[in-house]
């Protein structure tokens, strides 16, 4: 089984520019600085989608599955139309990391390649969830 090596569409150029800027001798501070800002996002994400799937597991319509839903399909759009790559990972591969993705971190390879369609079935998941809140609540509502 051959891995892909996805380029990013977007991002590589503005990335390179910031890390040749960073002297040798701050690289690996400014990695792991990257290394926790993208994990921190990560997580942030992963939580976001959580929420919004309990909060449709829960009939639970509102402001915060709205919000939820905008963080995942934000990062969702930023992740899609850099080619699948998040743009934080050219740079901690230019500032030496063997590998930048996120996954790779504290993920297994089999559970780090998963996410993409983990995160999206969740998603639709969520999707599916508070839709049928929003149409259950709206049929119950009294005439007008």
């Known amino acids: 089984m051959s891995s892909v090596t996805r380029r990013p569409a977007w991002s590589e150029p503005l990335t390179r520019r910031l890390s040749t800027g960073i002297h040798d001798d701050w690289r690996p501070a ?84 998963s996410i993409p369609l983990v995160g999206s079935a969740a998603l639709v998941l969520g999707l599916v969830l508070n839709g049928r809140a929003v149409f259950s609540r709206r049929a119950s509502l009294p005439p007008t």
């Not at 998040?86 to 500032?95: G, I, M, S, Y």
Request: proline letters at 4%.
């Open 30 to 113: 400014v990695l792991t600085m990257i290394k926790a800002i993208h994990t921190a996002i990560f997580a942030s994400v992963g939580a976001a989608i959580a929420l919004f799937v309990w909060d449709g597991i829960r009939q639970r319509r509102g402001r915060r599955a709205a919000y939820a839903l905008g963080i995942a399909v934000a990062e969702a759009g930023i992740y899609v139309s850099n080619n699948q790559v998040c743009p934080l990972t050219p740079l901690a591969e230019d500032l030496g990391a063997e590998s930048g993705t996120v996954a790779d971190i504290f993920l297994p390879g089999w559970a780090a390649r």
